[in-house]
């Protein structure tokens, strides 16, 4: 059996992220394999994989904050918001200021609604609402409360009546940086979309620590990653042996903790319920 643990990669640009699933299962030879926060085909940056028993822990890991550096083109729609798309309108960007942008971009600081691209995974009567949109039927989706931490403008390039401009955002998950450069265009009356789009990073996971080598994979081992992202608690054998059978205990905990046997083995994530805790996810056996 393939050791379980986390893999953190650095998503190469036109691979979707079922292909780096596909590639990393090769690699450690398992198919037991998940990925938390999916990536666009052009997109780059970090995505998250679980190996073995660790697919378990994805859904647990708080990935909550995200940040991502982006190229919005202004003067030009698309279809989905994004260069892979066709383009249905244009407008001359010349007449924007890079000023006009950075107070546009102000208006997206902070808690706002935001009505997700057509073209995104979210399920419409059962079905993805990209396959619906390129199936060629109308797509409305509803608005979403989300809460964009950080948003600033850098580096301006003006090309004929196009303006592309590169943003930096850090946001709570669920955001979609194509709709903000869909919004943006709208806001500033040329229309917009998303040329490039980079992750940086996924709650605590980094591109520091990120693979960009599918042949040499570095694996954080499942016990190291329990560790480093939630509080943790030693246990004697007998509670540890307590826990291999799902029992609660009386542990003092506020928040989800990984609980440990003596020899360090990562056995389980307890919740707190009053003055005991019960098992969230049981990792052994």
Do not use: W
Request: hydrophobic content about 45%.
């Amino acid at each position: 059996m393939a050791e379980s643990g986390l893999v953190v990669i650095d998503k190469p640009g036109a691979m979707t992220s079922h292909d780096v699933v596909a590639r990393v299962r090769r690699a450690v030879g398992t198919r037991k394999v998940g990925h938390a926060g999916t990536l666009d085909p052009m997109a780059t940056g970090v995505l998250i994989l679980g190996v073995e028993r660790a697919t378990r822990l994805l859904g647990h890991l708080m990935l909550t904050e995200k940040t991502y550096s982006a190229t919005v083109r202004l003067g030009a729609v698309t279809t989905t918001d994004d260069a892979e798309g066709e383009v249905t309108a244009t407008t001359s960007a010349a007449h924007v200021s890079d000023e006009a942008v950075h107070v546009a971009l102000q208006a997206f600081a902070g808690e706002i609604d935001q009505v997700p691209s057509t073209v995104s995974a979210i399920k419409v009567d059962g079905k993805r609402a990209y396959a619906l949109a390129r199936a060629g039927e109308t797509v409305e989706l509803k608005s979403r409360r989300v809460t964009i931490s950080a948003i600033e403008a850098g580096d301006f390039r003006r090309e004929g009546d196009f303006l592309d401009v590169e943003i930096r955002v850090a946001c709570s998950s669920g955001t979609y940086i194509r709709a903000i450069a869909r919004d943006l265009g709208v806001a500033l009356g040329v229309g917009g979309h998303l040329t490039a789009l980079r992750r940086h990073s996924v709650g605590s996971f980094t591109l520091a620590t990120a693979n960009t080598d599918f042949e040499h994979l570095h694996m954080t081992p499942l016990a190291v990653a329990a560790r480093a992202s939630f509080p943790a608690l030693d246990l004697s054998e007998e509670d540890a042996q307590s826990v291999r059978f799902g029992r609660p205990l009386p542990l003092p905990i506020d928040v989800l903790t990984g609980v440990f046997a003596p020899d360090g083995e990562f056995l389980a994530l307890y919740r707190p319920e009053g003055d005991i805790a019960r098992p969230a996810a049981v990792f052994v056996g």
